[in-house]
């Protein structure tokens, strides 16, 4: 099967380039700002209508992987335009060509279309987002759902991994110092390795579903209690990690104070990983890596 990983440079793009390759995948994907020298990589504009049409036409994937986006929380709520031009206008112009050359659909979204005031969100649940983020990946799964005829929209929550800066990896970086952190105790997430978060996808492709999935880790856990985790499975200092409240973050946008995931339905085609055991798989690349 050929593959095209739009936003292949990005935390999950990398990942998942790597995986499909394993599978024995005929793997293409893009970038934007940050170059890759690597075969099957190419630049690309989603906001270009024409250039993204036609690019995808060449190429002729079976299945196109949607994980390009903006998603800098605070930063969408300040740069609107930009939001809505990569999120939904650029989510459009995939779904445009993927529909015109009949490829399967798959657009990572994410948590944070629902308010947060439930938690343990299932597919069917009323999505409500109450920051621009949110609001403009829900439009982008708007356009999937009207355009394609064959998708998948895969929900996701905290992502962390190897490739790219995120969460984890600067709380590990903080802890290295020895330097204490501040983390909300009132924020309830489903955290989600991108090697899982890609073996869901991966197995979702392969079984040809269709439809909306809740694609993220397998277990639901606080901010604060994750960090601790975190700080005990790397050999850090618990005491490191600080409590504080939503409301004493210095945030731009509002946040859900709990949009976490039920993953029932993915779990019948892979079973997401716990806390443990993802974090335990990041440890194994980190320490190898020197750290």
Known sequence: MKALIVGGSGLLGQQLVYLLKQHDFDVYATYHSEPINEDGFFPL???????????????????????????????????????????????KNVALAAEKINAKMVYVSTDYIFNGEKGQ????????PIDYYGFTKLEGEKQVQNICSDFIIA?????????????????????EQNRSISIVKDQII????????SEQLLALIEDDARGIFHTAGGEIVSRYDF??????????????????????????????KNSSLNVSKVTKFKKPYGVEKALGLLAKVVIGEGR
């Open 121 to 128: 969100y299932k597919e069917t649940d009323k999505t409500d």
């Open 45 to 91: 504009d989603i906001t270009n209508a024409d250039d993204t049409v036609s690019f995808i036409e060449e190429i002729k994937p079976d299945a196109i992987v949607s994980t390009a986006a903006f998603s800098n929380v605070d930063k969408c709520e300040e740069l609107k335009d930009t939001a809505f031009k990569i999120n939904v206008t650029g989510t």
């Open 155 to 175: 929900r996701t929550s905290v992502l962390y991994g190897v490739h790219k800066p995120n969460f984890v990896t600067w709380m590990i970086s903080e802890f």
């Open 227 to 256: 960090a601790l985790k975190t700080a005990e499975l790397f050999n850090f200092d618990v005491d490191l990690v600080q409590p504080t409240s939503m409301d004493e973050m210095n945030w731009v946008a509002k946040r859900p």
């Open 190 to 197: 489903s955290p989600t390795h991108t090697m899982d978060l």
